[in-house]
């Protein structure tokens, strides 16, 4: 079942959204929560995993986007409906899936629900917290991650890393496609493996173009030669 969640301050926006909402996934099953501020959405979004947020922008004077910075490391996808169409370029920038315009209509959100089923891993973003407070990595930036526990270690083009709140897995189900497992603890982008190591004993080595090595697992060197080709 996917989770729906609909944040928007004005009731009849939001009752008239959840209609055209309910017509879109019409053919498989939702659930839908309707939040009307930004606390409720947050307080609603840390206990509960979601797949899809449409989200306004202007909620009772308080942005919207503050609760989208706040859940980019989260694996669901964002369509922003607002009338603040003039944001739409910074709403792209986060990693949107799609900016709806108000006045909307039912075949305008069929659109948008559409793109669900086309776009995996189109965030441009990761955000992590640091000093208490929300950063946003480029994810052209990242180099490899490696697993630490339930964490993970994110390594960046510029040789600096960071500890990530979300583990290898959850990171990779918002990575792009370029982003491959190469071994049970680590995961780079295949554009940044430069050449394939073997040594005595079947073990594999990748080379990065920055001239890191990190070990290849055996059961992953035939899926990465084949992306290498």
């Known amino acids: 079942m996917k989770s729906i969640v609909i944040v928007e301050d004005e009731y009849m926006v939001a009752k008239r959204l959840k209609r055209f909402v309910e017509q879109a996934f019409s053919q498989q099953p939702i659930k839908i929560k309707t939040c009307h501020s930004l606390d409720d959405a947050a307080d609603y979004l840390a206990e509960h995993p979601i797949d899809l947020l449409f989200l306004d922008l202007n909620l009772q004077g308080q942005d919207g986007f503050t609760l989208l910075k706040q859940q980019l490391s989260q694996s669901f996808h964002t ?14 920038e986060i990693g949107v899936l799609d900016f709806v315009a108000k006045p909307f209509t039912q075949e305008r959100i069929q ?17 992590y917290k640091r000093l208490g407070k929300i950063q ?94």
């Open 111 to 127: 659109k948008a629900a559409d793109r669900l089923q086309q776009q995996q891993g189109q965030s441009k973003y990761l955000t």
């Open 136 to 229: 946003l990595l480029a994810i052209s930036e990242v180099l490899y991650l490696k697993a630490d526990g339930h964490y993970c270690e994110v390594y960046q083009q510029n040789q600096q890393s960071f500890l990530h709140d979300k583990s290898l897995d959850k990171l990779l189900n918002l990575l792009p496609d370029d982003f491959i497992r190469i071994h049970r603890s680590y995961a780079v982008s295949v554009a940044a493996i430069q050449s394939i190591e073997a040594e005595e004993g079947s073990k594999y080595w990748l080379t990065l173009t920055s001239g890191v090595r990190l070990p290849l697992g055996r059961t992953k060197v035939r899926d990465v030669k084949a992306r290498l080709i």
């Open 79 to 92: 369509i922003v409906v607002s009338a603040n169409s003039d944001r739409a370029i910074e709403a792209f």
